[in-house]
Nanobody, 125 residues
Framework: QGQLVESGGGSVQSGGSLRLSCAASEHTFMSLCMAWFRQAPGKEREGVAGIGVWGRTVYADSVKGRFTISQDNAKNTVYLQMDSLKPEDTAMYYC???????????????????WGQGTQVTVSS
């Protein structure tokens, strides 16, 4: 039911940092499992980071140690802190949410039913 709106994308050089935000319109939404995905032109959408109950997280191997997913229930917002960015991180980044039946973190597309419109991240060499 809640809407998802991403922000914080932009252009940075290799090694730089960005923090993406995903704002939800419903407070109850923050109790659901959420995740960040990304998609480059002509490529499949891939899971980047997921967060479930108790703040448990899961990351794609390609971003492990560089990206951090977190949430702030008071602000009804989920974040993706991206450090040590690489050109291969260039993509449209999407926020996604699962139903209330989800408790474990996941970066599988089939786990999610609600998607934002995306925010562009471009990393130059």
């Amino acid at each position: 039911q809640g809407q998802l709106v991403e922000s914080g994308g932009g252009s940075v050089q290799s090694g730089g940092s960005l923090r993406l935000s995903c704002a939800a319109s419903e407070h109850t939404f923050m109790s659901l499992c959420m995740a960040w995905f990304r998609q480059a032109p002509g490529k499949e959408r891939e899971g980047v980071a997921g967060i479930g109950v108790w703040g448990r997280t899961v990351y794609a191997d390609s971003v492990k140690g560089r990206f951090t997913i977190s949430q702030d229930n008071a602000k009804n917002t989920v974040y993706l802190q991206m450090d040590s960015l690489k050109p291969e991180d260039t993509a449209m980044y999407y926020c996604a949410a699962a139903s209330g039946s989800c408790f474990l973190p996941s970066i599988q597309r089939t786990s999610y039913t609600t998607w934002g419109q995306g925010t562009q991240v471009t990393v130059s060499s």
